[in-house]
């Protein structure tokens, strides 16, 4: 398919670099697609950015049809543009399509469309410290109908946001909350997709994390409430005695392209991470006992974030007297750094925008 453009006459001015929020502003341009049982996916196409007109019985609105991705963009300092591992995303698009009923992507083609949106707006990819140009792909419901059945059609769009860092604490470590009275999914359902309904069914906890003075919300396993699972916007490793430990894949947790890459640079470097089941309270035993060295996050948002603090019932856990642990700092800098062209790619993982 042929993918049109039409450009907008009027060109917003650029933000300021160095004071972008993340998730606020966004570009000129989107990209649309349109899906029917009878034509497939069609009309593509990419225009000035605007409203998308829907009736009041949208499906979407009602039953909560819809699955997303995020990525970035990153301006190296020779202007070039940076991806990194895009087709990975659009990979998980599709195994996200797959669970909530949606028409697959031609994944080459969702790419090609992606790269040529970001031809048109590279303008937007900001050059300050630690800024990117955040990607939102995503496909909603669009039959105007009630009733609990799949769609039969759908929209296909991306937009883009010039960003800078996903938490205020930026690199710093932050504090994380378990909670014991809700959970975020259970196997079986679809914890392990990007679908709309898993945030909102996390805002009640994270709002109590954050009214507490917490960052994030730290979740347990919906069944036994006691094996940790991720953290609202992250996964979550730990280092234990030298051994990194994250969570294994279970059905209810997302497999993260971030905590991939971790993955695979701990294996090149001779310290394989453990896939495995962990308790809160095997952590606990590893804090009280000295053994519990690290702490962090992974995520497109924040790419590698230090836990400093974990608050389980009327236990506080101080990690790495606040300070940035050693792996943290070489998963961040190494991913990083090939984002942003610092760095040699070892991996293949880093796509330049043609």
Request: hydrophobic share 40%.
């Given at each position: 398919?042929?993918?049109?453009?039409t450009?907008?006459?009027?060109?917003?001015?650029?933000p300021?670099?160095n004071?972008?929020?993340f998730?606020?502003?966004f570009?000129?341009?989107?990209?649309n697609?349109?899906?029917?049982?009878e034509?497939?996916?069609?009309?593509?196409?990419i225009?000035?950015?605007?409203?998308?007109?829907?009736?009041?019985?949208?499906?979407?609105?009602?039953y909560?049809?819809?699955?997303?991705e995020?990525?970035?963009?990153?301006?190296?300092?020779?202007d070039t543009?940076?991806?990194?591992?895009p087709?990975?995303?659009?990979?998980?698009f599709?195994?996200?399509?797959?669970?909530?009923?949606?028409?697959?992507?031609?994944?080459?083609?969702?790419?090609?469309?992606?790269?040529?949106?970001l031809?048109?707006?590279?303008?937007?990819?900001?050059?300050?410290?630690?800024?990117?140009l955040?990607i939102?792909?995503t496909?909603?419901?669009?039959?105007?109908?009630?009733?609990?059945?799949?769609?039969?059609?759908?929209?296909?769009?991306?937009?883009?946001?010039?960003?800078?860092?996903?938490?205020?604490?930026?690199?710093?470590?932050?504090?994380?909350?378990?909670?014991?009275?809700?959970?975020r999914?259970?196997?079986?359902?679809?914890?392990?997709?990007?679908?709309?309904?898993?945030?909102?069914?996390?805002l009640?906890?994270?709002?109590?994390?954050?009214r507490?003075?917490?960052?994030?919300?730290l979740?347990?396993?919906?069944?036994?409430?006691?094996?940790?699972?991720?953290?609202?916007?992250?996964?979550?490793?730990?280092?234990?005695?030298?051994?990194?430990?994250?969570?294994?894949?279970?059905?209810?947790i997302l497999?993260?392209?971030?905590?991939?890459?971790?993955?695979?640079?701990a294996?090149r470097?001779?310290?394989?991470?453990?896939?495995?089941?962990?308790s809160i309270d095997?952590?606990?035993d590893?804090?009280d006992?000295?053994?519990?060295?690290?702490?962090?996050g992974?995520?497109?948002?924040?790419v590698?974030?230090?836990?400093?603090e974990?608050?389980?019932?009327?236990k506080?856990?101080?990690?790495?007297?606040?300070?940035?642990?050693?792996?943290?700092?070489?998963?961040?800098d190494?991913?990083?750094?090939?984002?942003y062209?610092?760095?040699p790619?070892?991996?293949?993982?880093?796509?330049?925008?043609?």
């Amino acid at each position: 398919m042929d993918i049109s453009i039409t450009r907008s006459e009027f060109l917003k001015a650029l933000p300021d670099g160095n004071g972008l929020a993340f998730g606020t502003l966004f570009t000129d341009h989107m990209f649309n697609m349109d899906y029917s049982t009878e034509k497939g996916w069609h009309n593509p196409r990419i225009e000035p950015y605007g409203s998308i007109t829907m009736d009041p019985s949208t499906m979407v609105l009602h039953y909560g049809q819809s699955i997303f991705e995020g990525l970035k963009a990153f301006k190296t300092d020779s202007d070039t543009i940076n991806l990194f591992r895009p087709a990975e995303n659009f990979r998980r698009f599709n195994r996200s399509a797959e669970k909530m009923c949606i028409p697959k992507l031609d994944e080459a083609f969702a790419l090609e469309a992606m790269k040529q949106l970001l031809a048109v707006e590279k303008r937007w990819v900001p050059s300050a410290p630690g800024t990117s140009l955040y990607i939102r792909p995503t496909i909603i419901a669009m039959d105007p109908f009630l009733g609990v059945r799949a769609s039969y059609t759908y929209r296909f769009f991306i937009i883009l946001s010039p960003v800078g860092p996903y938490y205020k604490e930026g690199f710093d470590p932050v504090k994380i909350w378990v909670t014991e009275e809700y959970v975020r999914a259970v196997p079986g359902g679809v914890g392990d997709v990007k679908t709309a309904g898993n945030y909102a069914a996390s805002l009640c906890a994270s709002e109590e994390a954050q009214r507490r003075g917490y960052t994030q919300v730290l979740w347990l396993d919906g069944v036994e409430r006691r094996y940790i699972e991720e953290v609202g916007s992250m996964n979550i490793f730990f280092v234990i005695d030298d051994e990194i430990i994250t969570p294994a894949l279970s059905g209810s947790i997302l497999a993260g392209i971030t905590r991939d890459s971790v993955i695979q640079l701990a294996a090149r470097w001779g310290s394989p991470v453990t896939q495995r089941r962990i308790s809160i309270d095997e952590v606990i035993d590893a804090h009280d006992d000295g053994r519990l060295q690290e702490c962090f996050g992974t995520g497109t948002a924040a790419v590698i974030s230090p836990v400093g603090e974990i608050k389980y019932k009327d236990k506080v856990l101080a990690i790495g007297n606040g300070s940035v642990g050693p792996w943290a700092r070489k998963f961040f800098d190494t991913i990083t750094g090939m984002q942003y062209g610092r760095e040699p790619d070892t991996e293949g993982w880093v796509e330049p925008l043609d």
